[in-house]
Each structure stands twice: as structure tokens, then as C-alpha cells.
């Protein structure tokens, strides 16, 4: 696949089930169609209302993090749990309005923290830069737990709007329109990874 000959370190998919969010897009079936053709991680994005009910199903369609809303229903401890119990790791999601505080009891126990910087549902909104100071704050509360959890924005990502997003703290890059939309999809990464360079000299996936 293009993304991956262009550099991507993983492969970020929406799933939305038209409940939690107004759209729909697709199940663990595209997953596991994903997984059969590449070998790059594939972080599941889980925009649906229930999450819990269908975690063992992203799993066994190949995921290798499963990113589930805090907004959403279902006991979030739990599905941290039976991550571990699948060796699938987890991360927990909020969106632009949700504080920073509901994730706190979480926080510890996550292997990614995923911070909405546009609403979600749907694919080439602007970035909002109001949830930078959000993404500080949990910059700050995971190096004070010692997590090596990633942190995680999504929504709106360019090669412009990264640079903050990078000096803020961010650790994974979640990009759709600015790599796929225009031009070629490796120039695009490269100018997306030597933002997020120029930002805070941080990995980048
Ligand atoms: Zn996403």
C-alpha cells in the first residue's frame, strides 16, 4: 500500500457505527481485510456507542490497539482488562469538550491516550487548536506517572498544525486528508514527519 511504501508507522482506522457518531463506515470484517495486506500495527479507532460488546471481535480481526471512547457506554476498566487478557494494547479516547479529568482513573493502566482535535465523524475537518493546552496537561500527567503510554491527536493533522501538536507533547500523529488528498502520499509523510521534527524532535508514528 502506498502509506506503508511511503513511511506510515501504523495504520489508524475510523470505525463510527452511525450511534455514537451520525456516520458509518465499517466492522471488523475491514479490519481483518487490512491486516491480510500489511504488516504495519493497526490502531482501531472505535467510534461506536458499545464498544465493549465488540472488542473481542477487532481483536481477532487482526488490531493491535483498540482506542475506545470514554464518552461511549460500558465499564472502561473492563475493556482495559480484557485487552490485556487478548495481548491487544489500549487506549481510551476523548473528545474535544470531554475534560481531561474523566481519564484519570484510566490513565495508569492505558498504552495510548487519544485526544479528538476536531469532533468526531467525519474525515477533513480543521484542526482545533483549543485542545492544545489539553494535550499539554496530558503530556504532563503521563511523564508524571511515568507512562510510556502514546499520546495521540487526531483530527485536522497537517504538516502546519503538527509543529504545535509535536511541541505540545504528542507522541502519534494521526493523519487522513493531508497525506491522502493531495499529491504524492510519501512527500506528504515526509513533510508531516519533518513538522513534527521541527516541533519537539519526537518519534513519530
Ligand atoms: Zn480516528
Do not use: W
Not at 470484517?29 to 472505535?46: E, F, G, I, M, Y
Not at 481483536?59 to 482495559?80: C, I, K, P, R, Y
Not at 490513565?107 to 479528538?116: E, G, K, P, S, T
Not at 468526531?120 to 489539553?134: A, D, N, T
Amino acid at each position: 500500500m502506498l502509506a506503508e511504501a511511503g513511511g506510515a508507522d501504523a495504520f489508524h482506522l475510523d470505525v463510527m457505527d452511525g450511534h455514537f457518531v451520525p456516520n458509518i463506515t465499517f466492522g471488523p470484517s475491514l479490519v481483518a481485510a487490512v491486516r491480510r495486506r500489511t504488516k504495519l500495527p493497526l490502531d482501531v479507532h472505535l467510534m461506536i456507542q458499545q464498544p465493549e460488546k465488540y472488542l473481542t471481535a477487532f481483536a481477532e480481526a487482526g488490531a493491535n490497539t483498540l482506542v475506545f471512547h470514554l464518552e461511549a457506554q460500558g465499564d472502561a476498566s473492563h475493556m482495559v482488562r480484557l485487552g490485556r487478557e487478548m495481548g491487544v494494547a489500549i487506549g481510551a479516547a476523548l473528545r474535544p469538550e470531554t475534560p481531561l479529568d474523566r481519564v484519570e482513573p484510566l490513565l495508569a493502566h492505558l498504552d495510548q491516550l487519544l485526544v479528538m482535535s476536531v469532533n468526531p465523524g467525519f474525515g477533513g475537518q480543521r484542526f482545533m487548536p483549543e485542545v492544545l493546552p489539553k494535550v499539554r496537561a496530558a503530556r504532563e500527567r503521563l511523564d508524571a506517572l511515568g507512562s510510556a503510554a502514546d499520546l495521540s491527536v487526531d483530527g485536522g493533522i497537517t504538516a502546519e498544525t503538527a509543529v504545535g501538536v509535536a511541541s505540545a507533547g504528542a507522541t502519534f500523529f494521526v493523519c487522513g486528508n493531508s497525506v491522502f488528498a493531495h499529491g504524492p502520499v510519501a512527500e506528504n509523510l515526509a513533510a508531516l514527519r519533518a513538522a513534527v521534527t521541527r516541533g519537539a524532535g519526537r518519534v513519530v508514528r
